[in-house]
């Protein structure tokens, strides 16, 4: 539910802006309201780190009763961002000293869709535009947050409860997990990786040829830092622009000849559509044989972005259908099986061609869930815990080993 916002926010790159308010709330909006989920709701956060730097806390995205944007202190009490200027300005200190390592600091989240962002050693660095707020952009080598350890989680609270995230869209960095304590007083966590997990995902890395191992940012001393997604990779030049292209080709040559078929609503099972590739494009059909919607054969980045030519708009045909293609491309399903989307991670990832950074950060979680890439949650594989009327969230700060 929360992939609009991290697509809208990688194409865009500036703003925690209206795609907060949108389309990220629709999987919660068949949800009963309940009266009961308070104006604001604790946030626990547990360093694990082992780790003696100082840690900051940003609180940062849209008040969803009035659509501002802005930031929310320790209290969940909110501040709307100033305007920006051009060349962007500085914003506020918006920075919550976070806790010691072994020692845990609770804050209060609002009714709020955003993102919390936490940093080792050093404040990052936000400024503002006439747009809005600029996220940090460490595929950019000049940002000024490109050598510092950071890493967030995305959440909205409202009235239908909670859904909070751990989120490697962007990037794999400084390891964490997000909880959250249900009414009846059960817990549940997504997010942690396996021990040893994070070390070996940037060893499998460097192991991995065709230029995976370029993903990986390190500061001027050696230190790891992070791996950028794939995405990043391609703008960057750090991954070859044809890094998927043999996989897209036998999926473009085996729909010329054979059908598709895309079953996008796990609770619609007669609602089907059935792609064929004709002049180059694949084209699917309804139960009736009417052309819905067509697609031009994609690119790498189209793949890794869930964007361009796989573009998934929030209507109830082309973007699901998209979004059902995208999960197959990035863990190499659609040669394997022509009726999508597959409901066993058992057989992801499993061609040569495929999203290799995805396939080696699902390997190292603890429960397989990540969100390695904008529709990872196709399938419900996404690294996501919702409850409706939560007592309290959690995030955990772990070890980077």
């Given at each position: ?174 390891p964490y997990a997000v909880g959250l304590q249900r009414a ?142 995208c999960a197959g491309f990035n863990r190499s399903t659609l ?67």
């Amino acid at each position: 539910m929360l992939r609009t916002l991290r697509r809208s926010l990688t194409a865009v790159g500036l703003s925690l802006a209206t795609a907060l308010t949108g389309s990220l709330l629709a999987a919660g909006a068949g949800t009963p309201a309940h009266a009961a989920v308070p104006a604001t709701i604790p946030l626990k956060i547990t360093n694990n780190s082992a780790r003696g730097e100082q840690v900051y806390i940003y609180n940062l995205g849209t008040e969803l009763s009035t659509g501002r944007q802005g930031w929310a202190d320790a209290n969940g009490t909110f501040h709307t961002w100033p305007a920006g200027g051009n060349p962007p300005t500085p914003a506020p200190d918006a920075a919550i000293p976070g806790p010691a390592a072994g020692q845990s600091t609770t804050i209060r989240l609002p009714k709020f869709s955003g993102r919390v962002y936490f940093s080792y050693g050093q404040k990052l660095v936000f400024k503002l535009t006439t747009g809005g707020l600029v996220q940090p952009a460490v595929q950019n080598p000049a940002d000024p947050n490109r050598n510092i350890l950071f890493n967030w989680s995305e959440y909205t609270l409202n009235d239908s409860g909670l859904w909070i995230n751990s989120t490697q869209v962007d990037m794999f960095s400084a390891p964490y997990a997000v909880g959250l304590q249900r009414a009846n007083g059960d817990t549940v966590s997504t997010g942690r990786l396996k021990p040893g997990g994070y070390n070996g995902f940037f060893n499998a890395l460097r192991g991995q040829p065709g230029g995976w191992a370029n993903l990986i940012q390190t500061r001027p001393d050696g230190t790891v830092l992070r791996a950028l997604s794939p995405l990043y990779g391609l703008e960057t030049g750090a991954l070859p622009a044809s890094v998927m292209d043999d996989y897209i080709n036998r999926v473009w040559q085996k729909y010329s000849t054979s059908t598709l078929t895309v079953t996008p609503f796990a609770d619609q099972p007669d609602t089907k559509y059935y792609g064929r590739v004709s002049g180059g494009v694949m084209n699917f059909t309804n139960n009736a044989g009417t052309t819905v919607t067509s697609f031009q054969k994609p690119d790498a980045s189209s793949v890794f972005g869930c964007h361009r030519k796989l573009d998934a708009p929030n209507d109830q045909v082309r973007g699901p259908i998209s979004r059902t293609l995208c999960a197959g491309f990035n863990r190499s399903t659609l040669l394997a099986n022509p009726h999508q989307p597959d409901s066993s991670a058992d057989a992801f990832y499993k061609d040569n061609v495929t999203n290799h950074y995805a396939r080696k950060i699902h390997a190292r979680t603890a429960d397989g869930k990540a969100y390695a890439f904008a529709f990872d949650d196709v399938g419900h594989h996404e690294s996501l815990v919702h409850d409706g009327n939560p007592r309290q969230a959690y995030l955990t700060l772990d070890p980077l080993n």
